[in-house]
Structures are given as C-alpha cells and as structure tokens.
C-alpha cells in the first residue's frame, strides 16, 4: 500500500490502498480484501503460542510470517524448528479464510475461488506451495503476485493508480487494525504481537500503544519490555546475516532472549525483492512512515479488537 504508487510516477511512501483496490476490481477480479486482515489473525494467535512458550519455557519464540527466513531455519539450524512460531502468514491465513469461513457464509464451493495475493517477495510464491498449508486439498491461495508483477498487469491494461478513484475493499475483510498494517516494516510484526499479548496477560490494553524502541532499520535491535510482572526481552531483527549471529548466540546462551522477530530484508517487507526499484534506506524510511502514520490514525489500532477476528472467532471456530 506504501510502495506501488511509485511504479506510477506517485511520491515514495505515498499511500495508494483505495485507489489499488480500485485498479485490481477494473482487472475483473470478484472481490478484493486486505492482507492486513490476515495479519490481524496471525496476531492474535502468535501473541497466544508466545505466552504459551513464555509460560513453559518451552521458548524463546521466532517470528514465522517471512518464508525466506523459515528455510534458512530449515536448512542450517534445523534444531530450532520448534521455536518458529505455527501460526500462518497473513496472505495463507487470510487465503484459509476466505476459502472456509467466507465461502461458507457466501454459499459458494471454495474449489470455485481462486485467491490471488499480491506480495512483496517471490518467497512468498514458494510458501503457498507448502504441503503443509493446505486445507481439505485445496491450497489457501492460488496464485502470487509481486508488487511490480501487479503494476506490469496494471500498465499492460492501461490502468493508471494516478488517475483511478479509490474506493473501500469489501467485507468482510476489509478493514485491518494498524496492528496489521504495520506488519509490513521490519518490528512491526512483533509491535503487533506484543499490543495483543500484553492484553492476554493483563487483561488490559496497552495505554501507548506505539513502541517505537523497535521499528527502523537496524540490524538488531534489542529491547526489555514489561509485561505486568514479567520482563520480556525482545529481539528484531533485519537480514538473515544478523539472525545466525543471534542464532549462534542462542545456542551458547538459551536464555539470551524470549522472542525473536527476522526478516530477511533489511526494514521488513517494504524492502522486499518484489518492490518498485530502487529500494533504499531513504525510501525504505518513507514506505515504513507511511504506514506508521496509518496505524496512527486508526480508531483499532488492536488485532484483538478487529470485528472481524470477533465475528470469526465467535461465529465460526468456536461454533
Ligand atoms: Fe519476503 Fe523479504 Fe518480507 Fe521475508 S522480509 S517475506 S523475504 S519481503
């Protein structure tokens, strides 16, 4: 939402969400969600495995939403397989969703849906092709596209996000809390986790939500963070390079920390290798502003508190 624009001659970091929902419907595509959404959901069930790990000390817990990072894990350091995080990404979360929850409240066969989702990398092409994501048979999403793949199709249609008037993606979901928005800079994904666990262990919400000690681009970042009577001492990472040094770490210290967020691009998603190029520091920054200043403004700013995880969650899982 932060970095398609710049395909079109729009300023870096510009924030072009409406008009993209727009330009994928004049594509003919049926209804067009928010992979933010998905974000919400992967949220609030990693916050609950990072307590669960926390509570039996069976932790400390890694972020799993970057596929990149997930193989290097695989490949190299196979012995810590048990502490990536098993909730699914937001594009296959919200792919299972779409082809359970709603295409059972629409009355249409989910072998008839074909979900497209638009990322930031070709790594997110290979996650959807894991066995493992699968559900009743069918994949959760059918096809990824990156970024500047979406802006060829655009440009090959004659679709200008210049130009185009934005209009709202569709419920039932649409609509994301900032907790999801943000997932896209590097922090982001643990900010969000922490916002909901912190009302899981408390049962309060976070008065300031915006924890601003772990966004940026810096290689690692490392920050104590109290949590009612437990002190949690978080990691961020950016690229791969600084996760083995914290993986090495670890293995000489289990205890060096409790939470690990990686993602293999420096700043997280918006430096992703499927973005508009060039991609640098200074654009990087303007991409990830914007979608700080997003979650700004948002009246839910709490995964947990997205109506749609309510309706899903209340209506649907527990029923
Ligand atoms: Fe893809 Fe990079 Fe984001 Fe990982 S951090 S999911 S490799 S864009």
């Not at 928010?34 to 509570?55: M, P």
């Not at 059918?142 to 419920?171: G, M």
């Not at 262990?201 to 966004?215: C, D, M, P, Q, S």
């Amino acid at each position: 939402r932060t970095s398609i624009g710049e395909e079109f001659g729009l300023p870096q970091g510009e924030v072009v969400t409406e008009k993209l929902v727009s330009a994928i419907k004049k594509l003919g595509v049926y209804k067009v969600f928010d992979t933010s959404v998905g974000a919400d959901f992967t949220t609030t069930e990693e916050a609950g495995e990072f307590i669960e790990k926390l509570r039996s000390g069976r932790g400390p817990c890694f972020s799993s939403c970057c596929p990149s990072w997930v193989k290097y894990i695989e490949f190299n350091y196979p012995e810590f397989i048990p502490n990536l995080c098993t909730s699914r990404s937001p594009q296959v979360m919200l792919g299972g969703l779409i082809k359970t929850f709603w295409a059972e409240k629409e009355k249409i066969d989910p072998k008839n849906i074909i979900v497209v989702s638009i990322m930031p990398c070709v790594s997110k092409k290979d996650e959807v092709r894991r066995e493992e994501m699968k559900i009743d048979g069918l994949w959760p999403v059918d096809y990824v596209l990156t970024t500047r793949e979406l802006a060829y199709f655009l440009k090959k249609n004659k679709i200008d996000l210049k130009t185009i008037e934005p209009s709202e993606a569709d419920d039932p979901f649409g609509r994301p809390s900032g907790a999801g928005v943000i997932y896209g800079a590097s922090g982001g994904v643990f900010e969000s986790a922490l916002r909901t666990a912190y009302f899981k262990i408390t049962g309060k919400n976070l008065e300031n939500v915006a924890i601003k000690e772990l966004r940026g681009q810096e290689g690692i970042k490392r920050e104590e963070i109290k949590i009612g009577e437990k002190t949690i001492k978080a990691v961020v990472v950016n690229g791969i390079k600084n996760a083995q040094k914290m993986l090495e770490e670890l293995k000489k210290n289990p205890k060096s920390f409790d939470t690990m967020e990686v993602m293999a691009c420096n700043g997280g998603c918006i430096g992703g290798g499927g973005q508009p190029v060039p991609t640098n520091a200074a654009i990087k920054k303007k991409r990830a502003a914007s979608l700080y200043e997003i979650d700004d403004k948002k009246e839910v700013r709490l995964a947990h508190e997205n109506p749609a995880l309510k309706e899903v969650y209340v209506n649907y899982l527990t029923s």
